[in-house]
């Protein structure tokens, strides 16, 4: 049932998506060759080894960011809420060619047309994240600040896999 309401969500929000045929099985495999490649302070690596995976589910966004050759996209977004109100700005994207949290140099310097128009693509899939993370860390009205998200070209991975950091005011707080 709730693979349909997501469903039905992502069709209102013009957002396609498909179950990929990947299997857990498919997954785990894909995901232990993944980190291989990745030091193992790397939140991706750490995350694959507590056995996180993505959804299984394949959006378009995923299809583009293959298309133009890039594996992670991160985004700070703005965040203010007030009452029932809230207000997102996505800003300050920067797209990877390779899954490295922590390297500059797989960073994409020079964005092209294709890429410009990625970056329009990866706004939705951020706003949703931004207010999953909002809802499920319960952050309190009237409160604004900053999220620091991820997002993956690979339905076996998981979508963020960082630590999110919420930046309220002039404290900081990381969610666990």
Same mark, same amino acid.
């Given at each position: 049932?709730?693979?349909?309401?997501?469903?039905?969500? %992502?069709?209102?929000?013009?957002?396609?998506?498909?179950?990929?045929?990947?299997?857990?099985? !498919? %997954?785990?495999?894909?995901?232990?060759? *993944?980190? +291989? *490649?990745? +030091?193992?302070?790397?939140?991706? #690596?750490?995350?694959? +080894?507590?056995?996180?995976?993505?959804?299984?589910?394949?959006?378009?966004?995923?299809?583009?960011? =293959?298309s133009?050759?890039?594996? =992670?996209a991160?985004?700070? !977004?703005d965040?203010?809420?007030?009452? =029932?109100?809230?207000?997102?700005? !996505?800003?300050?994207? *920067?797209?990877?060619?390779?899954?490295? #949290?922590?390297?500059?140099?797989?960073?994409?310097?020079?964005?092209?047309?294709?890429? =410009?128009?990625?970056?329009?693509?990866?706004?939705?899939?951020?706003?949703?994240?931004?207010?999953r993370?909002?809802?499920?860390?319960?952050?309190?009205?009237?409160?604004?600040?900053?999220l #620091?998200?991820n997002?993956?070209?690979?339905?076996?991975?998981?979508?963020t #896999?960082? *630590?999110?950091? !919420?930046?309220?005011?002039?404290?900081?707080?990381?969610?666990?």
């Open positions: 049932m709730g693979k349909i309401i997501l469903m039905i969500f %992502c069709s209102i929000l013009g957002v396609n998506a498909q179950y990929s045929n990947n299997t857990k099985e !498919v %997954c785990n495999q894909r995901n232990q060759q *993944t980190i +291989k *490649t990745l +030091k193992t302070d790397d939140p991706l #690596y750490l995350a694959v +080894k507590r056995d996180e995976t993505g959804s299984g589910i394949f959006y378009s966004w995923m299809n583009r960011m =293959q133009a050759k890039v594996k =992670q991160t985004a700070v !977004v965040f203010e809420l007030r009452g =029932q109100e809230v207000k997102l700005n !996505v800003r300050e994207i *920067t797209l990877y060619t390779r899954y490295d #949290y922590f390297g500059s140099e797989s960073q994409i310097k020079n964005v092209g047309n294709d890429k =410009q128009s990625l970056y329009e693509d990866l706004k939705m899939p951020f706003f949703s994240e931004a207010l993370i909002i809802e499920d860390f319960k952050i309190k009205n009237n409160s604004c600040g900053k #620091y998200l997002l993956l070209d690979d339905a076996c991975l998981p979508i #896999y960082n *630590t999110s950091t !919420v930046e309220l005011g002039c404290s900081k707080v990381v969610l666990e």
